[in-house]
Every structure is written in structure tokens, then in C-alpha cells.
């Protein structure tokens, strides 16, 4: 696999970077997914018509990859249904009427630290999961038997639009600086890296004084490319290190956070509160006001854009996340996740997909990929079924960063395409394995 600067220059549109995060009021319900993680739902463990308060538990840990969910709103459990989710599955979903009034369950309390097996612990019951879009649960990285030596904080923020880490940075700095502290003296970093893209000056100046608190902290400055905040990317541009493919970053000796993520860490270990709001940016063309808005979890999206003014226009297109990995939310009724960084509304000019046309064997698409993935063999190997063809020309490698696509003069649907190879390969995998 190759490393190296290559990516894209995408227009960052970095609209409101300078603007505060405003917390909106309590929604009229919440639905709560039991799954806003990678790995297995958590299981509920209220009733329709239990009363709740905000960090009330409302659905426990269910196996080690896992993350137990705490009511946002304080109100009554109205009813436990289940609703489909981006992959396809069903889990359970927690809907809780509000009663307007936050109302904080009396058992939430600071959690005591004295340990590591303390640190993970508490992590373990924050219901912190990856706040960068991937939702891993935290207490599972910090939990790796292998020798790390450096923690990697991810403040790139490449996608366009997007803001949510860069007022966290400006705005937590004291909760960051906690969890880094806490974090550091029960793994014992040699090295502890922030990589901040080069064209946040607020947020870099305000990570180079938090730096200054510990000797070990350094504020790397990098280069604005896409996707520069890919975890892989990001370990080989911040320590020169190279994640395989098949490989953690534990393999190479690095706990990878996000920085909002280590802000949902220096809240919990400050208040007990555990992970109930999200700092969601809203923007796009359709947004009449948009904002950096701190919104409890499971508020449904239509709130969120109400509490924004509405719409201008009804919108064409909307997503969770950015533009370049963002998932397209099929109504307005659904809920914000843990990992919910951006919530983008576009009109029908700007979420215009341009005509496809035939493959004209650029390779601009594999210049642009941060892995030099072989993507035209990809594409070949899939259409005439050798799957041995696009095992080699790299798929397991792609991150679906939308690099290739996004340079391709024909404007194919290279990753949806990498997303279908994938899914064949790994099905020819299990026939294999059968036989």
C-alpha cells in the first residue's frame, strides 16, 4: 500500500466556524436507536410508561463491542419499537415523550478514577463511542493488551461544511485537556500528537496553549487535503507510521480519538454525565440559519432545522455527516445519532448529480486516492466476476473516502461500485470457506 499527500482539494465552505455552539431547547420527543455504535445493539431495560431523567439508562451494554445509551430528555418511556437503520438491520428503538423540563437523574455523580482499570471503566458506562462518524466504542481502544506509545487526536475536520470539531476545540479546551491528562496518566503516552488542518488558525492557536500544559502534547499543522482526517491518513501524516491493511492502530503502536470525542471524555469525568447531546453543525444551501446547535440524541432531524429557521426552499438532498462520507437521511423524522457531526440540507442546484458517461481510463481516480488503490481493476474484476482480480487491485483497503470519485471527469459511481466489490468479495470469501 502506498502513503503519501495525495487526495483531493475539496472547497471546505466552512461556513460557520466562527459560530458559537447554541444549545436548543428540549424536543417534544426523542427516539433513542439502540444502536449509534459499531458492533452489538444494547439491550433496553425500560418499559413503556417508565419516567426518566436525562442520563437515565435506558438500554445497558450488550457484549464487549457495544455502548449503553442514557435518556437526553427527562420524561416518559411512550414506546419501544423497532426501526431500520442504515445497514439494513432492525434494532430497538426507545421513543420518551419530554416533559420540557431536563430534569438530571439524581444518580448522576463524577466518576471515581483512581485506575486504569477505573479509566476504562468509566469510559465503558460514558456511552462514548467515536464521535468522528465511525461510533467504535472509546473504552475498547483504551482497554488494547499491545504497547502503545502515542495518542493521535483527530482536529482535522476535512469535509466541507463541517464545524462541530473546530467550535469544540475552541470551546472545550479545558474538557479536552482533562481527558488528555487522565487518559495520559493511566497509558502512559511517550507522545501525544492533535493534528489540526492548517486553515482552522482559532482552533490550532487554541491546541497549541492547552499544548503547553504538557510536554509530551504537540499541535500537528497539516496540509488541507482530503481526507487528511482518515485514520490512516492521519497516523502516517502525524508519525510517519503505516497502518497495514488488516492492522489497528494498536499494531502500530497508537490510540487513534477524535477530538470531540475526548471532549465527551472530559465532560463525563467532570459532571457523570454521560454521552446525551451532540454538537451537530447545521448548513447547506436549503438552511435558512444555519448554526453550530448542542441537540440531545434522538432528537428528530425536523427539529433540529426548525430550531434553524426551516428551509429557504425545500430541501432536495439531506444528510448525516458531510457531503464527501455523509449518509442521505430518508425523512425528517429521523432521529440524531451519537455520531451525528453534521446534519447538511441542500437544494435541488446543488445536490444535482452530473450525467455519467463512459470511463475514459483517465486514472485520475487512482492519483487521487490517498492509497493508490487500483480502482480501475476494481471496476474490471467486478464486472467480469474475479474476485481474485479485486482482491489485488485493493478494495479491502478502500475507506470510501470518495477521493476517486470526486475527480472523475465521468462522474461514475466508483464508490458505490467499491461498496458492491466489497460486499462480492466477502461473500466469495465465505463460499470459499465453506467448500
Do not use: W
Not at 461514475?412 to 466489497?422: D, G, S
Amino acid at each position: 500500500m502506498a502513503f503519501s499527500l495525495r487526495g483531493i482539494h475539496v472547497p471546505h465552505r466552512k461556513n460557520t466556524a466562527k459560530m458559537s455552539a447554541v444549545r436548543m431547547p428540549a424536543p417534544q420527543s426523542v427516539t433513542l436507536l439502540t444502536v449509534m455504535h459499531i458492533g452489538r445493539p444494547a439491550t433496553p431495560v425500560v418499559k413503556v410508561g417508565t419516567h426518566v431523567d436525562v442520563g437515565t439508562l435506558v438500554a445497558e451494554q450488550s457484549g464487549l463491542i457495544s455502548s449503553p445509551v442514557y435518556a437526553s430528555v427527562s420524561g416518559t418511556v411512550k414506546k419501544i419499537t423497532e426501526e431500520i437503520v442504515s445497514t439494513g438491520a432492525r434494532v430497538p428503538a426507545i421513543t420518551i415523550e419530554s416533559d420540557g423540563a431536563m430534569t438530571v437523574d439524581a444518580s448522576i455523580a463524577p466518576p471515581v478514577v483512581n485506575s486504569k482499570e477505573d479509566f476504562i471503566e468509566a469510559l465503558k458506562k460514558s456511552g462514548i463511542v467515536g464521535l468522528g462518524g465511525a461510533g467504535f466504542p472509546t473504552y475498547v481502544k483504551f482497554m488494547t493488551d499491545k504497547p502503545v506509545d502515542t495518542l493521535v487526536i483527530n482536529g482535522a475536520e476535512c469535509e466541507p461544511y463541517i464545524t462541530s470539531d473546530t467550535r469544540t476545540m475552541i470551546e472545550k479546551a479545558d474538557e479536552i485537556r482533562l481527558a488528555i491528562e487522565t487518559a495520559d496518566k493511566y497509558m502512559n503516552f511517550a507522545k501525544i500528537i492533535i493534528g489540526i488542518e492548517k486553515n482552522k488558525p482559532e482552533a490550532i492557536e487554541k491546541m497549541q496553549e492547552l499544548a503547553k500544559s504538557n510536554n509530551k502534547i504537540q499541535v500537528a499543522v497539516l496540509p488541507s487535503v482530503y481526507p487528511q482526517g482518515g485514520e490512516k491518513v492521519l497516523v502516517y501524516h502525524t508519525t510517519g507510521k503505516k497502518i497495514k491493511l488488516g492492522q489497528l492502530p494498536a499494531d502500530v503502536g497508537c490510540i487513534v480519538s477524535n477530538i470531540s470525542t475526548l471532549a465527551a471524555i472530559g465532560d463525563y469525568l467532570k459532571t457523570g454525565m454521560p454521552l446525551v447531546e451532540r454538537l451537530v453543525t447545521v448548513d447547506g444551501g436549503a438552511v435558512k440559519e444555519p448554526k453550530n446547535v448542542l441537540v440531545p440524541v434522538g432528537t428528530p432531524v425536523k427539529d433540529v432545522f426548525e430550531f434553524c429557521g426551516g428551509f429557504t426552499v425545500d430541501p432536495e438532498k439531506v444528510l448525516y455527516g458531510g457531503p464527501m462520507m455523509g449518509i442521505t437521511v430518508p425523512d425528517l423524522d429521523v432521529p440524531v445519532l451519537k455520531q451525528t457531526n453534521a446534519l447538511l440540507a441542500f437544494t435541488e442546484k446543488e445536490a444535482k448529480m452530473p450525467k455519467t458517461t463512459a470511463c475514459i481510463h483517465c486514472g485520475t481516480c487512482v492519483n487521487s486516492c490517498p492509497f493508490g488503490i487500483n480502482v480501475l481493476g476494481i471496476a474490471k474484476g467486478l464486472q467480469i466476476g474475479d474476485m481474485d482480480m479485486v482482491e489485488k487491485a485493493g478494495v479491502e483497503t478502500c475507506m470510501e473516502c470518495g477521493c476517486c470519485a470526486f475527480g472523475c471527469p465521468a462522474n461514475r459511481p466508483i464508490v458505490q461500485n467499491n461498496k458492491l466489490a466489497k460486499l462480492a468479495l466477502r461473500d466469495h470469501k465465505a463460499k470459499e470457506a465453506k467448500a
